[in-house]
T-cell receptor, first 114, second 113 residues
């Protein structure tokens, strides 16, 4: 079974609109961490935001925020005021318990339209 | 955060040959990881490499096909052995620094012909 599920293979959003990228996860650990990465066409992996399972507040980093709903095992990424440069692949990832590794969802390709 | 130099950035190889990918980090790190990203796909973890111990491979990946070396805290290599066209992928190394600091190399784009 997939540990990280991203149900939106692709999304098209008008520039300046807000966009929500969905991510659900599956773990039986009480302690875990959730990550979002951006991968532009250049291929580099850019860290965007992190949410720990014990963090009571949703993480925010500039235009990025993470809508963390623990009971629903959901960690959606919200990008406010989207820009053309936001066009990229976005990956949700998780680190479970005492593991050191992180595993990735299948990703969502975001297209920002002018 | 750590700066990773990954070499080569790309290569085209003949089937049946092997390619060794190098990952050099500008600081000492305990945990290093190797990922494969097949065309249009997500990142799949190949193995975790700790200095001084054998690499730990994920399900579906074996040491004979993907031998890994980790001679010190700043360097690791991944070899893709006896390559076939199905091995055409981007290979990325990654290091962990602290609780949330996972940094990735720029990747090696491998094409097997």
């Amino acid at each position: 079974a997939q540990k990280i599920t991203q149900t939106q293979p692709g999304m098209f959003v008008q520039e300046k609109e807000a966009v929500t990228l969905d991510c659900t996860y599956d773990t039986s650990d009480q302690s875990y961490g959730l990550f979002w990465y951006k991968q532009p066409s250049s291929g580099e992996m850019i860290f965007l935001i992190y949410q720990g399972s014990y963090d009571e507040q949703n993480a925010t980093e500039g235009r990025y925020s993470l809508n963390f709903q623990k009971a629903r095992k959901s960690a959606n990424l919200v990008i406010s005021a989207s820009q053309l440069g936001d066009s990229a692949m976005y990956f949700c990832a998780m680190r479970e318990g005492r593991d050191d590794k992180i595993i990735f969802g299948k990703g969502t390709r975001l297209h920002i339209l002018p | 955060s750590a700066v990773i130099s990954q070499k080569p950035s790309r290569d085209i190889c003949q089937r049946g040959t092997s390619l060794t990918i190098q990952c050099q980090v500008d600081s000492q790190v305990t945990m290093m990881f190797w990922y494969r990203q097949q065309p249009g796909q997500s990142l799949t973890l190949i193995a975790t490499a700790n200095q001084g111990s054998e690499a730990t491979y994920e399900s579906g990946f074996v040491i004979d096909k993907f031998p890994i070396s980790r001679p010190n805290l700043t360097f690791s290599t991944l070899t893709v052995s006896n390559m076939s066209p199905e091995d055409s992928s981007i290979y990325l190394c990654s290091v962990r620094e602290g609780e949330i600091g996972y940094t990735f190399g720029s990747g090696t784009r491998l094409t097997v012909v």
